[in-house]
């Protein structure tokens, strides 16, 4: 469907300033799911905001945030580029992960009051943003998550002082949660996920497993990587496994 998609929402985070989050969604009257999409170490890129508005075009309030918030002006977008790389990987082990936690927090309240969500809230993130978007479902709020290729949970290394801990708050999780992997991606290697895998199953959760033959960014709709067909497929299963969850 046709959608808004140059809304912006900026919110205050306690403790760290106010964070904008650009929202994407239905043009037509009425109210949807919410989704939080969280961005790669980039912020809010062009093929973020595509994404954001294909989910959006598929009946969900989508609120994308800029996680760097407190180190950037409003409106930064990193380049896909090495320099953009390296201030993206330095400002991900710089900032705590109890900021990260605390900006999930605050938006999922708002995104919750937005007069055209049903309340009803998941989480999508890519890359680093699959880590926060699996750290914002720890909220019960949170009824879905969809994790694509989620950097750092294996290895407990997100945030200051590279010392996260997510995989022992797994058992908090009550919200049902995809995850989609490349199995070509160096960032995740094979003993990684199955580390994620044996604790989803040491903790009893509802959670779907996909992995395909891709490399780490294959969504990603600019550079060598991108992956359309896996691109479509995926997306399917994302759609159809949050109409199940969010309806």
Known sequence: MIIHSHEVQDIDVPGSGTMRMHLFRPAVEGRFPGLLLFSEIYQVTAPIRRLAAM?????????????????????????????????GNALKITKPVAAFDADAGAALTALAAHPACTGRLGTFGVCL???????????????????????????GTLGEGRADDSLARMAELRAQILFVWGRQDPHIPFAGRE????????????????????????????????????FLETMALTLAFYRRTLA
């Open 55 to 87: 989910l959006a075009g598929n009946g969900h309030v989508v609120a994308v945030p800029e996680v760097y918030h407190e180190f950037e002006p409003a409106g930064t977008v990193l380049a896909y580029d090495p320099a953009g790389t390296d201030r």
């Open 129 to 155: 943003g699959g880590h926060l978007a699996y750290r914002a479902a720890l909220d019960p709020r949170v009824s879905a998550a969809a994790c694509f290729y989620p950097t750092d949970i294996h290895s």
């Open 195 to 230: 580390a994620i895998r044996a604790r989803l199953e040491a903790v009893g959760a509802s959670y779907a497993w996909h992995e395909v033959n891709a490399q780490h960014a294959f969504l990603r709709d600019e550079g060598p990587r991108y992956d359309p067909a896996l």
